[in-house]
């Protein structure tokens, strides 16, 4: 059974940074297509960054630039740096694993993933505050 444990939000001010990680059991985490999606209030879940199993990334529009996402193998971990955090980017903040497809069609696949079928697996999220 994948597990999927979210950590590292918090609450900062506008052009600030966080890292989140994300522990994950159940699955090697370079052999399957994972990702980043966050919700905020009112709003549909918005897939944000993408990591394929070859190591290739995808990041929407919005967060090209200022997001980096990456994985730790030997500690089952999935990251998240955030920089240049604006208000806009406050939210609930998951990891997911997601079918390959989702990776290997890039950003404009990645913004629609967790409304679809494609997301197998995902945690209980982190929140993220960011205040102007």
């Not at 590292?8 to 600030?16: C, D, K, R, T, Y």
């Not at 052999?31 to 929407?60: L, N």
């Not at 903040?93 to 679809?116: E, F, K, S």
Request: proline fraction near 2%; charge should be neutral; hydrophobic fraction near 35%.
């Amino acid at each position: 059974q994948v597990q999927l444990v979210e950590s590292g939000g918090g609450s900062v001010q506008s052009g600030g940074s966080l890292r989140l990680s994300c522990t994950i059991s159940g699955v090697t985490v370079n052999s399957d297509c994972m990702g980043w999606f966050r919700q905020a209030p009112g709003k549909e879940r918005e897939g944000i960054a993408g990591i394929d199993s070859d190591g290739s990334t995808s990041y929407i529009e919005s967060v090209k630039g200022r997001f980096t996402i990456s994985t730790d193998n030997a500690k089952a971990t999935l990251y998240l740096q955030m920089n240049s955090l604006k208000s806009e980017d406050t939210a609930r903040y998951h990891c997911a694993t997601w079918d390959a497809l989702i990776c290997r069609g890039g950003a404009r696949y990645v913004v629609h993933a967790p409304l679809t079928g494609a997301m197998h697996a995902w945690g209980q999220g982190t929140q993220v505050t960011v205040s102007s």
